[in-house]
């Protein structure tokens, strides 16, 4: 018996490059899997930094307002 058109078999796509793969797997080769963890700690690095710079700069601004108003 044949499979009715229209019918995809089971499967997901490669984060990187978008191949189809089967269910079991995450990544259509090792490579690509490193690649997606490096682009991953990359993202998670700049968020850091965003934030943390976003926190020096409050920091700052209510610093400066404090030492604005003191004197006065």
Do not use: W
Request: proline share 6%.
């Amino acid at each position: 018996m044949s499979k009715p058109s229209g019918v995809v078999p089971n499967h997901k796509h490669c984060p990187v490059c978008g191949v189809s793969i089967s269910p079991s797997k995450n990544y259509c080769s090792t490579e690509h899997e490193e690649m997606d963890e490096k682009a991953q700690r990359r993202m998670r690095n700049f968020r850091s930094l965003t934030l943390l710079l976003m926190v020096v700069a409050m920091v700052a601004l209510v610093g400066l307002t404090l030492y604005l108003r003191a004197r006065g």
